[in-house]
């Protein structure tokens, strides 16, 4: 288990994406999420720091975990997070921009994530975002990072069976 979660919440064609104040990906366009608690699964761990980053109340319902995300740095670090979606309905009231403890939430339109070249976003999203909201299945994406930089990445699907964490809960 990965001691990291990432979720991005849809609504319509938009995605609630959260530009942080704060390292890793400082000044960059991410969605939410954060360090699993001891004992705390990582369903657990997202919908708290959902709630803690944007005041949303999710049920285990709204969510579909995606897969899992692994890097390694030039540095000889090493890590991973769970990855997941949540759809929220077009009515759920959610005005932005929001100034949080974490940095300023804003919607932007999933067509703005997908955009070649885009410099706004951490740089390992825009070679995992699409897969994980077209596909149906989880996929574990695995990185290899030279000076902040995606250099190798690689994916492998990981199945779908009953009972496992790719159906929605």
């Not at 001691?3 to 990906?25: A, S």
């Not at 709204?62 to 997941?84: I, N, P, Q, R, Y």
Request: net charge negative.
């Amino acid at each position: 288990m990965y001691k990291y979660t990432l979720c991005f919440i849809q609504r319509n064609d938009e995605i609630l994406m959260l530009n942080r104040d704060k390292p890793p990906v400082l000044g960059l366009w991410n969605g939410v999420g954060g360090k699993v608690a001891d004992g705390e699964t990582p369903t657990a761990c997202i919908l708290r720091e959902i709630a803690e980053e944007t005041g949303l109340h999710l049920t285990p319902h709204h969510l579909l975990e995606k897969g899992t995300v692994s890097w390694s740095t030039d540095e000889g670090t090493t890590g991973g997070m769970h990855l997941f979606t949540a759809v929220i309905a077009s009515d759920v009231p959610y005005s932005t921009p929001v100034r949080t403890l974490e940095g300023i939430l804003d919607w932007k339109p999933i067509d703005w994530l997908l955009m070649d070249r885009n410099h706004g976003v951490g740089s390992m999203i825009p070679h995992y975002f699409r897969r994980m909201l077209q596909e149906k299945n989880g996929f574990h994406h695995r990185f290899t990072m030279e000076n902040g930089s995606v250099c190798a990445y690689s994916y492998e699907e990981i199945p779908s069976r009953e009972g496992t964490i790719f159906v929605q809960t």
